[in-house]
């Protein structure tokens, strides 16, 4: 049997597992969304804390990061992971832990939670929080990577319970009983989700407030909150869907009262993630728990009640009852099948999964089919609204599906999800009739990633002309650009067809064929478009790759076709937009 689970930090020490890091508010939060934040930083609304998510915030600068900063300056935060993938079969992604460490570390937000799941397999991204079996060979693996997690950030984390649709042939213990293991051994916290406790106990034909009490609820440190849809299963009986898109249901506010009167006050988070109505909404929603809440330090008489933290950490020697072995090289645990039977629509439910009611478990494995197709279409329809604008939403959908069955992601951050879609467009036969669709496409994404490019000063034109004084100086400087600098070249007119789909004139007016070149670039924290000619996109592509002003010039009017090039002109061009952020003279 393991011990308590905690590694040493690179420095040798222990991580403090603590539960003073992760005190929230004993208030009801909201998930923060992208298209809050200004409102929220005008505002400041009453809220206990704000939630986001780890994935959202893994890109190397730009808005998202300048508005969280600011949030934090008012408002305790809670980062929620939806990608670390604990129960994968296979080892941590290091580079996303870093990644997520480096969050951490920046934001120091009161709580850190992620998921009794998995989303990821032989480098693939599934977006979805894909079902467990809980038997001995699961525990050990999830122990392990609560382990790494915990000793990586070198604090406590939080586990949430899993809203779940079918169940294995090869668990050999119930939810409850695993996730007690889980925590005991680890000494991580529990996220306690109220909505997939009643989710997952509809759809297994068990009882909620049972299983809330088999649950480890001395290690609660958070509780969620969310709504759901009904579906039906093959026989009829309802199936529960954990959607985050609709208002938490009368059932959950009671389940929710019942926790409260076990564990006391606790910090609870309201999440929609889908159909997110206005800020005022959800603000109303909230009130609705932090008077629960009121009510129930009320009830135990005192108007405060610390979080639990009083989970018992194992010894060497401690044993949790015994666990019926599994063999390790079962097929009942393959995650491989698992994943082709999601991505292969043609392909069987997989074989080991049952339903409680003995009911054909297809329809419930097909909610995961759905939620990852779905989830990624939707992703791809956001990010490129003109290309979707361009073909229709049916055919756009339909090539973003195969797509995605094609080339599934490998990224786990969802701003980058759309990075190779538009060379797929370029070799997808049904979208040749419309040529200049895969350069319109990367415009789109070029847009996104010049948003979220790393942060760095631009130099002022004052700068840059006090620099220009000295010509002997000047052409054997070099310039670095902006990290948000994005250039594109084209046979098309992908920015005039971009600009049209803006309202900056009519469409009928632009020959689609006449070739054009596109500068990218963030001023603050817009994204800029500007046409160019083909000498001066020539000649900051040179100063991107490092040439001197001088190579760069040359370069660039050595290229241009039809002397098109134009020093001056790129010159102003450099003098009037922030597209350089250092200055280099040759020694």
């Given at each position: 049997?393991?011990?308590?689970?905690?590694?040493?930090?690179?420095?040798?020490?222990?991580?403090?597992?603590?539960?003073?890091?992760?005190?929230?508010?004993?208030?009801?939060?909201?998930?923060?969304?992208?298209?809050?934040?200004?409102?929220?930083?005008?505002?400041?609304?009453?809220?206990?804390?704000?939630?986001?998510?780890?994935?959202?915030?893994?890109?190397?600068?730009?808005?998202?990061?300048?508005?969280?900063?600011?949030?934090?300056?008012?408002?305790?935060?809670?980062?929620?992971?939806?990608?670390?993938?604990?129960?994968?079969?296979?080892?941590?992604?290091?580079?996303?832990?870093?990644?997520?460490?480096?969050?951490?570390?920046?934001?120091?937000?009161?709580?850190?939670?992620?998921?009794?799941?998995?989303?990821?397999?032989?480098?693939?991204?599934?977006?979805?929080?894909?079902?467990?079996?809980?038997?001995?060979?699961?525990?050990?693996?999830?122990?392990?990577?609560?382990?790494?997690?915990?000793?990586?950030?070198?604090?406590?984390?939080?586990?949430?319970?899993?809203?779940?649709?079918?169940?294995?042939?090869?668990?050999?213990?119930?939810?409850?009983?695993?996730?007690?293991?889980?925590?005991?051994?680890?000494?991580?916290?529990?996220?306690?989700?109220?909505?997939?406790?009643?989710?997952?106990?509809?759809?297994?034909?068990?009882?909620?407030?049972?299983?809330?009490?088999?649950?480890?609820?001395?290690?609660?440190?958070?509780?969620?909150?969310?709504?759901?849809?009904?579906?039906?299963?093959?026989?009829?009986?309802?199936?529960?869907?954990?959607?985050?898109?609709?208002?938490?249901?009368?059932?959950?506010?009671?389940?929710?009262?019942?926790?409260?009167?076990?564990?006391?006050?606790?910090?609870?988070?309201?999440?929609?993630?889908?159909?997110?109505?206005?800020?005022?909404?959800?603000?109303?929603?909230?009130?609705?728990?932090?008077?629960?809440?009121?009510?129930?330090?009320?009830?135990?008489?005192?108007?405060?009640?610390?979080?639990?933290?009083?989970?018992?950490?194992?010894?060497?020697?401690?044993?949790?009852?015994?666990?019926?072995?599994?063999?390790?090289?079962?097929?009942?645990?393959?995650?491989?099948?698992?994943?082709?039977?999601?991505?292969?629509?043609?392909?069987?439910?997989?074989?080991?999964?049952?339903?409680?009611?003995?009911?054909?478990?297809?329809?419930?494995?097909?909610?995961?089919?759905?939620?990852?197709?779905?989830?990624?279409?939707?992703?791809?329809?956001?990010?490129?609204?003109?290309?979707?604008?361009?073909?229709?939403?049916?055919?756009?959908?339909?090539?973003?599906?195969?797509?995605?069955?094609?080339?599934?992601?490998?990224?786990?951050?969802?701003?980058?999800?759309?990075?190779?879609?538009?060379?797929?467009?370029?070799?997808?036969?049904?979208?040749?009739?419309?040529p200049y669709l895969a350069d319109l496409a990367r415009l789109e994404m070029g847009r996104i990633e010049t948003c979220h490019a790393a942060d760095a000063q631009a130099l002022t034109g004052e700068t840059i002309g006090r620099a220009m004084a000295d010509p002997q100086q000047l052409v054997n400087m070099r310039m670095a650009l902006h990290p948000s600098v994005h250039l594109l070249s084209s046979p098309f007119a992908i920015f005039s067809l971009?600009?049209?789909?803006?309202?900056?004139?009519?469409?009928?007016?632009?020959?689609?064929?006449?070739?054009?070149?596109?500068?990218?670039?963030?001023?603050?924290?817009?994204?800029?478009?500007?046409?160019?000619?083909?000498?001066?996109?020539?000649?900051?592509?040179?100063?991107?790759?490092?040439?001197?002003?001088?190579?760069?010039?040359?370069?660039?009017?050595?290229?241009?076709?039809?002397?098109?090039?134009?020093?001056?002109?790129?010159m102003a061009l450099l003098l009037r937009h922030p597209l350089v952020c250092q200055l280099e003279p040759l020694p």
């Amino acid at each position: 049997m393991r011990g308590t689970g905690t590694r040493p930090l690179a420095d040798g020490t222990q991580p403090n597992l603590g539960g003073d890091l992760l005190r929230l508010p004993l208030r009801c939060g909201i998930g923060l969304k992208a298209s809050h934040m200004r409102q929220v930083l005008e505002e400041r609304p009453d809220a206990g804390f704000f939630e986001v998510h780890a994935e959202n915030f893994m890109v190397p600068g730009g808005p998202l990061h300048h508005w969280l900063d600011q949030v934090r300056e008012h408002y305790a935060l809670s980062l929620h992971g939806v990608a670390l993938s604990i129960g994968a079969d296979s080892k941590l992604d290091q580079d996303h832990l870093g990644r997520l460490a480096a969050l951490i570390a920046r934001y120091q937000p009161q709580s850190f939670s992620e998921h009794l799941a998995w989303s990821t397999h032989g480098g693939v991204y599934l977006s979805d929080l894909l079902p467990l079996p809980y038997n001995a060979q699961t525990l050990q693996r999830v122990c392990d990577h609560v382990d790494q997690v915990q000793a990586r950030l070198g604090r406590r984390m939080l586990l949430e319970n899993p809203a779940t649709y079918v169940a294995f042939a090869a668990s050999t213990m119930d939810e409850s009983a695993f996730m007690r293991r889980v925590v005991e051994r680890t000494g991580c916290g529990l996220l306690l989700d109220v909505n997939n406790v009643f989710v997952s106990c509809t759809n297994h034909g068990a009882d909620a407030r049972a299983l809330l009490q088999a649950l480890p609820l001395d290690a609660v440190g958070e509780i969620h909150l969310a709504g759901f849809a009904r579906q039906q299963d093959a026989v009829g009986a309802t199936l529960l869907i954990d959607n985050h898109g609709a208002p938490i249901a009368p059932v959950v506010w009671d389940l929710y009262q019942f926790a409260l009167s076990l564990i006391g006050p606790t910090a609870t988070l309201l999440e929609r993630d889908n159909a997110v109505p206005p800020l005022a909404v959800l603000l109303a929603e909230a009130r609705q728990a932090d008077r629960l809440l009121q009510d129930a330090g009320a009830a135990r008489g005192a108007a405060v009640c610390h979080t639990p933290w009083g989970c018992r950490r194992m010894t060497a020697t401690a044993r949790i009852g015994a666990e019926e072995p599994c063999d390790p090289g079962s097929p009942l645990d393959s995650q491989a099948g698992f994943v082709a039977a999601l991505l292969g629509p043609d392909q069987a439910c997989p074989s080991d999964l049952r339903s409680w009611n003995g009911s054909d478990p297809t329809p419930r494995f097909a909610v995961h089919r759905n939620n990852i197709v779905v989830s990624l279409v939707d992703a791809l329809a956001e990010q490129f609204p003109v290309t979707l604008e361009l073909v229709g939403p049916e055919f756009f959908r339909a090539m973003a599906q195969v797509f995605i069955q094609q080339q599934p992601p490998r990224t786990r951050i969802v701003a980058f999800l759309g990075v190779p879609f538009p060379d797929f467009i370029a070799t997808f036969p049904p979208a040749a009739s419309v040529p200049y669709l895969a350069d319109l496409a990367r415009l789109e994404m070029g847009r996104i990633e010049t948003c979220h490019a790393a942060d760095a000063q631009a130099l002022t034109g004052e700068t840059i002309g006090r620099a220009m004084a000295d010509p002997q100086q000047l052409v054997n400087m070099r310039m670095a650009l902006h990290p948000s600098v994005h250039l594109l070249s084209s046979p098309f007119a992908i920015f005039s067809l971009w600009a049209a789909h803006q309202g900056a004139h009519d469409i009928g007016t632009v020959d689609p064929l006449l070739p054009e070149q596109v500068l990218l670039f963030r001023d603050g924290l817009d994204v800029h478009a500007l046409p160019i000619s083909a000498g001066t996109r020539s000649f900051l592509a040179r100063l991107q790759a490092g040439d001197t002003l001088a190579q760069a010039a040359e370069a660039a009017a050595d290229t241009a076709a039809q002397d098109d090039f134009d020093l001056a002109g790129s010159m102003a061009l450099l003098l009037r937009h922030p597209l350089v952020c250092q200055l280099e003279p040759l020694p």
